[in-house]
């Protein structure tokens, strides 16, 4: 049985299965709407989100947020922001394989509460995070996969196109707005979140 929202943000702020507990300031479980038909899930909270205790609030939250709303898709009523790893690695470093596989029941809960048809996996980590792929994310990136009974569809992840500023035809950002269209376009006929 899902926990509720509430009892899940509570149920994680007390945990303590890694060692990423000892140096967090807070556990960031999510924002958006546990109702939403998109869960977005990313790596791990970074400086800002640590502090502030939300995933994707940071530089690369606010250029993910920017590029979703310019496919037409809002964060705060159409999208669950989640992270793989819910407490910041030290010097914003990769998850271990040990602490990804230590979170996942924390994701597993969160599956199962907002019961998505659509997931976007935003970066090679929550690639291999969520279906234990490593690497490929380049070749991998807009493609529809099934899961179950979700769609999931891994996009580039912001921090790499906070490095590459470009938006020309082809750049790794106007790849990842055709992605979001994409994904509004699946989204737009599902019944809306109550
Ligand atoms: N990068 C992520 O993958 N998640 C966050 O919450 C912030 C930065």
């Not at 994680?12 to 998109?38: E, I, T």
Request: glycine fraction near 10%.
């Amino acid at each position: 049985m899902a926990l509720a929202h509430e009892q899940l943000a509570l149920a994680c702020a007390a945990c303590h299965r890694c060692g990423l507990a000892a140096g967090r300031q807070r556990v960031v479980v999510s924002r958006g709407n546990p109702r939403a038909r998109l869960l977005v899930i990313g790596e791990a909270p970074g400086a800002q989100e640590d502090a502030q205790g939300q995933p994707f609030v940071g530089r690369s939250g606010q250029l993910l947020d920017r590029l979703l709303a310019a496919a037409g898709i809002d964060v705060a009523t159409e999208a669950y922001i989640c992270n793989v790893v819910k407490c910041r690695p030290p010097g914003n470093r990769k998850p271990t394989a040990a602490e990804l596989a230590a979170c996942r029941p924390w994701l597993e809960q969160q599956i199962a509460l907002v019961d998505p048809p659509l997931v976007l996996l935003v970066g090679a980590t929550a690639l291999q995070g969520v279906l234990g792929i490593r690497g490929g994310i380049t070749g991998l990136r807009g493609q529809w996969r099934p899961w179950g009974e979700r769609w999931l569809m891994p996009i580039l992840h912001p921090s790499y196109l906070l490095r590459n500023p470009s938006e020309r035809p082809g750049s790794p950002r106007a790849l990842t707005l055709d992605d979001l269209r994409r994904v509004r376009e699946r989204l737009t006929p599902l019944p809306a979140p109550l």
